[in-house]
């Protein structure tokens, strides 16, 4: 399977946007965080070009949230098997739940909505939620925490020491002021009740199973042949602020989790097992949760994570790979050592250092209001454009969202501005040059704009962030 044929764009990133959810890493104008599948298009372009199209035999994910990854990994057959861990057993039980009975979960969702949308207070229902969930028993709770998860401010709770979801306002995240409650969901009842549809199909055409309890235990059972995708809690989120510190079901201590992670990461090259982990912002503060090879140099890479104005702010994300791959040259990832040297910068000059490394990019924002009744059919239209161009004529990459007032954006990436210029229609009908489907998705597209509709200043603008040099 080549990885130019990735397409991980036809969907909303599944019906829960917990914290971690892969689809997670772009902000919209709202300061919210937006669907980005570039995100996991570079994750498996990087794991198909180095497997050479092989199946694996098991993908095992331990550290699984809400799934986003392994659920990524059925979409492009990555396995045989998929094993999918979480030590937050309610997070388990709802994906079961999502598998064996959607009805159930997509009932009871719809109906949480209809009185949250009469509710005389949409903030004094939330909380009430959160209120029952605590009271209620394990059986019950997946009906209520997808509700709750969705009008979280970026899918992120909060635990106490008995499991128990606590709400807090004020500072959030090294001093970013956010509302944690969110009055719009994540994304709108109609999507979430496609995403159960479309995610139950899918565990029900693989073969899946569910665990609960200690990654070491799931871990345990990898052989050569299998895949492991490790995304543990950031060592960050447990240090920044106290109160980071109940974000997860924790079974070890920053310190523990880290030396487990190392003795599993040598455990998995000595046996030749192929692995992925994304552990961490690069931070000199936190050099002792870096691994290193003999020779004490970093073996971790970079990516930029973050745009000016996202709430997580601008940062280079650590990622591992199994030293057996390397990295397809149109993938934005560079070796940790090549950025720092044998410096110590400090994450603002590592910034500016990876930029000089960066390749070129050409980023452009459409900003549209879409006609009533017309969103499902501008979305698959949408869709069917950005992988058609992804696929053959250049695009890097694309996402499409909705802000909390109703408009749509859509997001794309391309490797200078001729080969978009020279790819892209524009204002006029499309090129004759285009096939007849695209030609027709593009006069939907088209169709569905509600032009009397007053846009922002700009209806489209490069993007001014740091994971290219524009």
């Known amino acids: 399977m080549s990885p130019n044929t990735i397409q991980l764009n036809q969907n909303h990133g599944g019906p829960l946007h917990y914290l971690g959810n892969r689809y997670l890493t772009l902000p919209d104008l709202t300061g919210h965080m937006s669907p980005d599948t570039s995100w996991l298009n570079e994750h498996f372009s990087v794991l198909l070009a180095n497997n050479k199209g092989q199946k694996y035999k098991k993908a095992i994910e331990p550290f699984s949230g809400s799934a986003s990854w392994s659920l990524a990994a059925m979409e492009v057959g990555l396995a045989e098997e998929y094993i999918v861990n979480d030590s937050n057993k309610v997070l388990i039980n709802i994906l079961q739940l999502i598998r064996d009975n959607p009805t159930l979960v997509k009932t009871s969702y719809a109906a949480l909505i209809e009185k949250y949308d009469v509710s005389l207070s949409k903030k004094d229902f939330f909380l009430k939620v959160i209120e029952n969930y605590n009271q209620t028993t394990d059986e019950e709770k997946p009906l209520l925490l997808p509700f709750i998860i969705n009008h979280s401010w970026g899918g992120i709770l909060f635990y106490d020491k008995e499991l128990n979801i606590i709400y807090r306002e004020g500072e959030l995240f090294e001093g970013k002021?956010?509302?944690?409650?969110?009055?719009?969901?994540?994304?709108?009842?109609?999507?979430?009740?496609?995403?159960?549809?479309?995610?139950?199909?899918?565990?029900?055409?693989?073969?899946?199973?569910?665990?609960?309890?200690?990654?070491m235990d799931v871990i345990s059972i990898a052989t050569p042949g299998d895949f492991v995708a490790l995304n543990p809690p950031y060592p960050e989120n447990e240090h920044s602020t106290f109160e980071k510190a109940g974000m997860y079901t924790e079974l070890y201590s920053p310190e523990k989790l880290h030396q487990?992670?190392?003795?599993?990461?040598?455990?998995?090259?000595?046996?030749?097992?192929?692995?992925?982990?994304?552990?961490?912002?690069?931070?000199?503060?936190?050099?002792?949760?870096?691994?290193?090879?003999?020779?004490q140099q970093p073996i971790n890479y970079f990516r930029v994570l973050g745009y000016k104005h996202c709430a997580f702010g601008i940062g280079l994300d650590q990622m591992y790979f199994t030293s057996q791959f390397s990295i397809p040259k149109r993938?934005?990832?560079?070796?940790?050592?090549?950025?720092?040297?044998?410096q110590d910068l400090t994450p603002e000059e590592a910034l500016e250092q990876f930029k000089r490394l960066?390749?070129?990019?050409f980023a452009v924002i459409y900003r549209a209001f879409i006609k009533p009744g017309l969103e499902m059919e501008y979305q698959k239209a949408w869709h069917q454009v950005a992988s058609y161009f992804v696929q053959y004529r250049g695009a890097l990459g694309s996402c499409l969202h909705k802000t909390n007032d109703g408009m749509w954006l859509a997001y794309s990436r391309w490797p200078d501005k001729a080969t978009?210029?020279?790819?892209?229609p524009g204002d006029n009908a499309p090129s004759e040059m285009l096939p007849d489907d695209i030609k027709k998705a593009l006069i939907t597209i088209q169709e569905s704009i509600d032009q009397t509709q007053k846009l922002p200043e700009i209806t489209m603008e490069v993007i001014d962030d740091l994971l290219y040099s524009n």
């Not at 487990?260 to 936190?286: A, C, D, R, W």
């Not at 993938?331 to 044998?342: S, T």
Request: hydrophobic share 40%.
């Open 177 to 215: 002021n956010a509302n944690r409650f969110l009055e719009h969901a994540n994304l709108s009842l109609e999507m979430f009740l496609c995403e159960i549809d479309r995610v139950s199909n899918l565990l029900n055409v693989n073969q899946v199973s569910f665990r609960s309890g200690d990654f």
């Open 260 to 295: 487990n992670l190392v003795h599993i990461v040598h455990y998995l090259e000595s046996q030749g097992i192929h692995y992925y982990m994304t552990y961490g912002f690069y931070n000199p503060k936190f050099r002792n949760y870096v691994l290193a090879n003999k020779n």
């Open 331 to 342: 993938i934005n990832i560079f070796k940790a050592e090549e950025v720092l040297g044998n």
């Open 358 to 361: 960066s390749k070129k990019c």
């Open 420 to 424: 978009r210029d020279a790819s892209w």
